[in-house]
């Protein structure tokens, strides 16, 4: 079947979809989610079938207040969105996802598809629009691709959450020697920002390398600059701008 297809960012190769990242082995034993919204209870039926066919869990709502009344879920999802629902529309419900759930990719649905709406809703962050009548591959395929989108945000998620906690075990004084040593700073220089001798800097570091589990310096560095750490000297005090 024909279908019009609207697309943002670029595309995944199919061998590539849904293939665990590192460090994120806990998503290749979940079950991702498809949501759909559409008050059509044919097409809501339909696509059950064909995600429950792929594997998926189908998870469907007549509308947009029945959606957001369920928890966001905590695995990869994607939400499959009639553009013309009654009462809070798809335009509305995906202004209010990109606050409560902006991790979440959502492929519009339309049989209209006209070119205002759709570069509406591709602006708003949509991942994909497709017009009535579309083939199931074309389907499958945005979702798959959606899945691995929100596989990938899910990750970074969990791998940031990880690097906060091991961060908030280090004593102040290791939140500055790590951030000073991060930001390439030598220990005797480290030292002397701190007022602490070269010796009592190496130890600090030595518990900073075991606390973050990093194995170089190179390491140190990524994990600081995924933190977005900063040193402020004039207060001699160092800020996880992520935190």
């Avoid at 995906?94 to 759709?118: K, L, N, W, Y």
């Avoid at 990938?152 to 908030?168: K, V």
Wanted: aromatic share 4%; charged share 25%; net charge neutral.
């Amino acid at each position: 079947m024909n279908s019009a297809v609207f697309s943002q960012g670029p595309r995944i190769s199919s061998k590539h979809l849904l293939r665990p990242a590192l460090g994120a082995s806990v998503m290749a034993d979940v079950i991702p989610i498809v949501f759909v919204v559409d008050d059509d209870v044919s097409v809501c039926e339909s696509l059950q079938l064909l995600i429950r066919c792929e594997g998926w869990q189908p998870r469907a709502f007549a509308s947009a207040e029945e959606f957001f009344a369920r928890p966001p879920a905590l695995v990869p999802n994607c939400l499959i969105l009639d553009i013309s629902l009654a009462g809070l529309d798809g335009l509305d419900l995906q202004r209010r996802a990109s606050i409560e759930r902006p991790e979440m990719p959502i492929i519009f649905i339309s049989c209209h598809g006209d070119v205002r709406t759709t570069v509406q809703a591709m602006k708003a962050g949509a991942f994909e629009f497709l017009t009535k009548p579309f083939g199931d591959d074309v389907m499958l395929t945005a979702i798959r691709e959606a899945l691995e989108r929100s596989r990938i945000a899910l990750a970074l998620e969990a791998e940031t959450r990880a690097l906060r906690d091991r961060y908030s075990s280090l004593s102040p004084r290791e939140r500055q020697v790590m951030t000073l040593v991060a930001s390439g700073l030598l220990n005797k220089e480290v030292g002397g920002e701190l007022g602490i001798s070269e010796i009592t800097v190496k130890a600090h570091r030595g518990q900073v390398m075991r606390k973050m589990r990093a194995d170089s310096l190179a390491g140190l560095v990524r994990i600081a600059a995924k933190l977005h750490l900063a040193w402020k000297p004039k207060s001699e005090s160092c800020v996880a701008l992520c935190a």
